[in-house]
């Protein structure tokens, strides 16, 4: 079982950055792509990108290409999302997920994080 604890939102700017964190314990946390969702009051959750199992590869959804970057540190089970250049329709609720030997693209996730809130101000 693969708990995954996200931590790093907040309130910030249009036009700030801001860097989400997701720990994950309780498993080979290298063997596990990654994958960062959200979701906006009102809204379903969509994705916004994933990493691979072995680092190597990432995707994002066109809505943060270019802006957001997915990384991972599995000396520290920990997977990254920096968001630079938000805007406020990246204000939602963001979470992620693992699933073993995934690749970078959407995924059916096996193990989900609580979330944590993003709010972006005009």
């Known amino acids: 079982q693969v708990q995954l604890v996200e931590s790093g939102g907040g309130l910030v700017q249009a036009g700030g950055s801001l860097r989400l964190s997701c720990a994950a314990s309780?498993?080979?946390?290298?063997?596990?792509?990654m994958g960062w969702f959200r979701q906006a009051p009102g809204k379903e959750r969509e994705f916004v990108g994933g990493?691979?199992?072995?680092?190597?590869?990432?995707y994002y959804e066109d809505s943060v290409k270019g802006r957001f970057t997915i990384s991972r540190d599995n000396a520290k089970n920990t997977v990254y999302l920096q968001m630079n250049s938000m805007k406020p329709e990246d204000t939602a609720v963001y979470y992620c997920?693992?699933?073993?030997?995934?690749?970078?693209?959407?995924?059916?996730?096996?193990?989900w994080g609580q979330g944590t809130q993003v709010t972006v101000s005009s």
């Open positions: 309780g498993g080979t946390f290298s063997t596990y792509g």
């Open positions: 990493i691979n199992w072995g680092g190597g590869s990432t």
């Open positions: 997920a693992a699933k073993k030997w995934a690749t970078a693209s959407k995924q059916e996730y096996t193990y």
